[in-house]
């Protein structure tokens, strides 16, 4: 995968489109990430973006599929906790899209 | 689809000497995605890892973070063999894990016993 170029930054990606360093994310480069994915980024996006982090910072870890379902639900209200408005903004796999355009780590237990 | 067995986890390692103790987590939260939901035991030294721990120093991962999101990934109960506990000294209030019921066991012989499948980590 191309390395992003942002404001003049050279920002590595791993083979698989990952941030190498996730002290390099911005919402610049989400934006940069999420284009890569032909994805644009609306609220929603942003506010399953923020939850991605917050998970991060919460448990050191990103998350599968379920969970991730679970922890919208709780913070976002049931209407938002369903795969299938996951699956709408981060098609086709959102733990792992969400979690790159986030900057996290590849969700280690992605099988 | 043919009925699941029941799956049991055996945490039997402190947490960072080696890499056993993760190891057990990820297979945990790798059935846990796969609605394979297995029953955790923390046993010997493994109660060690449900303990508070900051490893910044030995540029480690915290486990009990990443074991904190045991409940999220649907793993509600944990169980903690009583007797490691006593014998360490330790007390159950040392082990609390937000969001996550801890469940003594006295008895673990006849706790391993009723699982159909036992992983040991």
Known sequence: ?111 | MVDSKSLLALCRHAPYGNSMAREGLEAVLACAAMDQTPEVLFINDGVFQLMEQNPVAIGEKNLRRNLQALPIFGVETLFVCENSLRTRGLKPEQLEIPGAEVKLVKDTGAFIAGFDQVLSF
Request: with cysteine; proline share 8%; glycine share 6%.
């Open chain 1, 1 to 111: 995968m191309k390395n992003l170029l942002i404001e003049g930054k050279e920002i590595p990606l791993d083979k698989e489109g990952f941030l190498r360093h996730l002290e390099d994310w911005s919402p610049q480069v989400a934006e940069a990430l999420a284009a890569q994915e032909n994805i644009a980024l609306t609220e929603d996006h942003w506010d399953v973006i923020r939850l991605l982090q917050d998970f991060y910072r919460e448990f050191e870890l990103s998350p599968a599929m379920r969970p991730l379902v679970k922890y919208v639900g709780q913070h976002l209200g049931a209407e938002k906790g369903r795969s299938i408005f996951l699956m709408q903004l981060f098609p086709p796999s959102p733990a792992k899209i969400g979690s790159k355009i986030a900057g996290l780590p590849k969700p280690t237990n992605c099988l």
